[in-house]
């Protein structure tokens, strides 16, 4: 099945940090924009991050400015959410999207806590 996987979500306290993977096959990760979103309970899917084919440019939302970094490696076809300096309000499920000109891929997404 063609679907982008998620692993490296938990439960972590304020303060802390996790890094979130997303391992993709049955398409052209090289050729694909990375996404990663997020959904918090009663709230809409929010845009955390992006970062281009290449990984020659990246975007983050205000939220999350200065404490998260999106990275891929095409030779692994991998992208990852490194996140410092976590707040409780960061906890959601995450998740991984690849966009190309093919179309639109979601992952099942993961769980991300921060509690005390």
């Known amino acids: 099945q063609v679907q982008p996987v998620e692993s490296g979500g938990g439960l972590v306290q304020p303060g802390g940090s996790l890094r979130l993977s997303c391992a993709a096959s049955?398409?052209?990760?090289?050729?694909?924009?990375m996404r990663w979103y997020r959904q918090a309970p009663g709230k809409e899917r929010e845009l955390v991050a992006t970062i281009t084919s290449s990984g020659g440019r990246t975007n983050y939302a205000d939220s999350v400015k200065g404490r998260f970094t999106i990275s891929r490696d095409n030779a692994k076809s991998t992208v990852y959410l490194q996140m410092n300096s976590l707040k409780p309000e960061d906890t959601a499920v995450y998740y991984c999207?690849?966009?190309?000109?093919?179309?639109?891929?979601w992952g099942q997404g993961t769980q991300v806590t921060v509690s005390s």
């Open positions: 999207n690849a966009l190309g000109a093919w179309g639109s891929i």
């Open positions: 049955g398409f052209t990760f090289s050729s694909s924009t």
